[in-house]
C-alpha cells in the first residue's frame, strides 16, 4: 500500500507561491502510477488540481492552468505542487494522492495540509 | 470544468437506503464509465468507496453499490450504520487526465 505525507509551509502571504511537497513511501515514484493534487477549502467540497507522471507529463484543471506547476524529484521518491500569485481563496486543505496507471479512480491519499493564505 | 451537481445532504435512520445523485454533463458522467465516489469523514482524508461507476474496492462492505443513468450516477447505501455519516463524494473523469469532483452530500444518519 503506497503512503503519501504532504509538506511545506502553513501560511503563505498573498501573491507569493504556496510549494508543497508529498513524500511516496511503499512504492518508487517511478512506478506505473500518476501521482495527484486535491485541494479543499475549510468548510467546503474537494477540487481537482492536477496530475503527473514521474516522465514529468502533466495535466491540469483548466481554472487553474495559467498559476500551478507540478514537479517529480525521482532521487527523493516525492512529486511537488507550486501555485503561482495565491489569494485568500487559495486556502485550503491540500491533499496528495496516487492513480494506479490503468486505473481512473484515487486509491491512496495523504493525509492532507492545510495552508492559509494571509499576509 | 464545472462541479458535479450533489445534494446538500440525505439522511435515514440505522437499517434504512438511502441514495445520492451525482448530475453532470455528456461531457463528463455521461460520456465514461470512470465514475468514483468517496467517503469523507470529518478531518480525514477521501476514501475510495466505488470505482468505474459499480465496482467496490476489497475492503469496502456489499452496503454500498453505484449505478449510472445517462448524466447521472447515483450511490447507495443500504443498510444504514452509524459509521455511514459523512460527507461523500462523486467523481468523474472528463478526458485528457483531467477530473471533475462533485459539490459534496452531507449523509446523516438518525
Known amino acids: 500500500q503506497v503512503q503519501l505525507k504532504e509538506s511545506g509551509p502553513g501560511l503563505v502571504k498573498p501573491s507569493e507561491t504556496l510549494s508543497l511537497t508529498c513524500a511516496v513511501s511503499?512504492?518508487?515514484?517511478?512506478?506505473?502510477?500518476?501521482w495527484v493534487w486535491v485541494r479543499q477549502p475549510p468548510g467546503k467540497g474537494l477540487e481537482w488540481i492536477g496530475i503527473?507522471?514521474?516522465?514529468?507529463?502533466?495535466y491540469y484543471t483548466p481554472s487553474l492552468e495559467s498559476r500551478v506547476a507540478m514537479s517529480v524529484d525521482t532521487s527523493k521518491n516525492q512529486f511537488s505542487l507550486n501555485l503561482r500569485s495565491v489569494t485568500a481563496a487559495d486556502t485550503a486543505v491540500y491533499y496528495c494522492a496516487t492513480r494506479g496507471y490503468w486505473l481512473y479512480y484515487f486509491d491512496s491519499w495523504g493525509q492532507g495540509t492545510l495552508v492559509t493564505v494571509s499576509s | 470544468q464545472s462541479a458535479l451537481t450533489q445534494p446538500r445532504s440525505v439522511s435515514g435512520s440505522p437499517g434504512q437506503s438511502v441514495t445520492i445523485s451525482c448530475t453532470g454533463t455528456s461531457s463528463d458522467v455521461g460520456g465514461y464509465s470512470y465514475v468514483s465516489w468517496y467517503r469523507q469523514h470529518p478531518g480525514k482524508a477521501p476514501e475510495v468507496m466505488i470505482y468505474d461507476v459499480s465496482k467496490r474496492p476489497s475492503g469496502v462492505p456489499d452496503r454500498f453499490s453505484g449505478s449510472k443513468s445517462g448524466n447521472t450516477a447515483s450511490l447507495t447505501i443500504s443498510g444504514l450504520q452509524a459509521e455511514d455519516e459523512a460527507d461523500y463524494y462523486c467523481?468523474?473523469?472528463?478526458?485528457?487526465?483531467?477530473?471533475?469532483f462533485g459539490t459534496g452530500t452531507e449523509v446523516t444518519v438518525l
Open positions: 503527473i507522471y514521474h516522465s514529468g507529463t502533466t
Open positions: 467523481c468523474s473523469y472528463v478526458g485528457n487526465y483531467i477530473y471533475v
Open positions: 511503499g512504492s518508487s515514484i517511478s512506478s506505473d502510477n500518476y
